[in-house]
């Protein structure tokens, strides 16, 4: 069964950076686009930046300039380097393919003030 399998969030205070590792395990399967998306509490969930073949990005706007999105279709993986976090970006952090998977756990993001 393929899962996906988020790391990599954590606790940092504004201005800092975090890398967050996504793997879609047990597949070797090539998918179209590779995204991140968060949910903040009592928001929904938005689509923070996709990647689509290896080379054709797309970013929020409110992250543009700040977030890189890369993928790794080798180990079937997905990355995301968020620069300059400031406390808005704090959410759950999940992952997902296109064609779409079952959603993961997700990973935390913390931005202290």
């Known amino acids: 069964q393929v899962q996906l399998v988020e790391s990599g969030g954590g606790l940092v205070q504004a201005g800092g950076s975090l890398r967050l590792s996504c793997k879609a395990s047990?597949?070797?399967?090539?998918?179209?686009?590779m995204s991140w998306y968060r949910q903040a509490a009592e928001k929904q969930r938005e689509l923070v930046a996709r990647i689509i073949n290896s080379d054709i990005t797309n970013y929020a706007e409110s992250v543009k300039g700040r977030f890189t999105i890369s993928r790794d279709n080798a180990r079937n993986s997905v990355y995301l380097q968020m620069n300059n976090l400031k406390p808005e970006d704090t959410a759950v952090y999940y992952c997902n393919t296109t064609p779409q998977l079952p959603w993961g756990q997700g990973t935390q993001v913390t931005v202290s003030s």
């Open positions: 047990g597949s070797t399967f090539r998918f179209y686009a």
